[in-house]
Structures are given as C-alpha cells and as structure tokens.
C-alpha cells in the first residue's frame, strides 16, 4: 500500500484557483496510477481526475475538464490537482487515491489519504 496526505484545501471565492497536493509515502509510488476524487455531503465519492504512472496520460470528469489540471512529480512522491475557475459545485472533500492504471472506476483504487475539504463562495 501507499500512504497518501492530501493538502492544500480551503476556502476561495467562485471564478478562483486552488492547488491541491498529495505526498505519497511507501514503496515504489511510480508504478501507481493516481487519481483524485471528491465527495460532497449526501452525495457518492465521484471520479475528478486521473493520471498515469509516467503522467504521459491524464483522464477528466467531463464536469471539470478544461479548468482542473492534474500532474505529478514521482521524484518528490506527489501528486497535484490545479483547479481553476472554481464553481460553488466544487465545494466536497477531495480525495487522491493510488490504483494501477488511470482508471475513472472508484473500485479500481486501492489507497485513499484522508480528503482535504475544498469551499467555494458564491
């Protein structure tokens, strides 16, 4: 397994940005896909983002695509999710999650850190 530490959560206006970070620590985090995912109260944990081992492949909730840009830094065993043009819609608790391929299927991830909260104000 990898242990996963979400950061970078808070509040921030609607039409805003936001960096979210995620320090993996554990064995071999270059051969996990990874992924971020997000859940807002009442509602089921849903797909954001994924990318792949080497970050030549990303994937995209078609509701976040074109502003939130996911990425990664295997020598520093992290991985970022820039979010821009923030919408009230946003606001949940965001996840990463390590998997073996950049897959969008919630069941396919197998480590979770333990969600950092995201706020938009209208």
């Known amino acids: 397994q990898v242990h996963l530490v979400e950061s970078g959560g808070g509040l921030v206006q609607a039409g805003g940005s936001l960096s979210l970070s995620c320090a993996a620590s554990?064995?071999?985090?270059?051969?996990?896909?990874m992924g971020w995912f997000r859940q807002a109260p009442g509602k089921e944990r849903e797909f954001v983002a994924a990318?792949?081992?080497?970050?030549?492949?990303?994937n995209y909730a078609d509701s976040v695509k074109g502003r939130f840009t996911i990425s990664r830094d295997n020598a520093k065993n992290t991985v970022y999710l820039q979010m821009n043009s923030l919408k009230p819609e946003d606001t949940a608790v965001y996840y990463c999650?390590?998997?073996?391929?950049?897959?969008?299927?919630?069941?396919?991830?197998?480590?979770w850190g333990q969600g950092t909260q995201v706020t938009v104000s209208s």
């Open positions: 999650a390590a998997a073996g391929g950049p897959t969008q299927r919630r069941d396919e991830y197998d480590s």
């Open positions: 554990g064995r071999a985090f270059s051969r996990y896909a």
């Open positions: 990318i792949s081992r080497r970050g030549y492949t990303t």
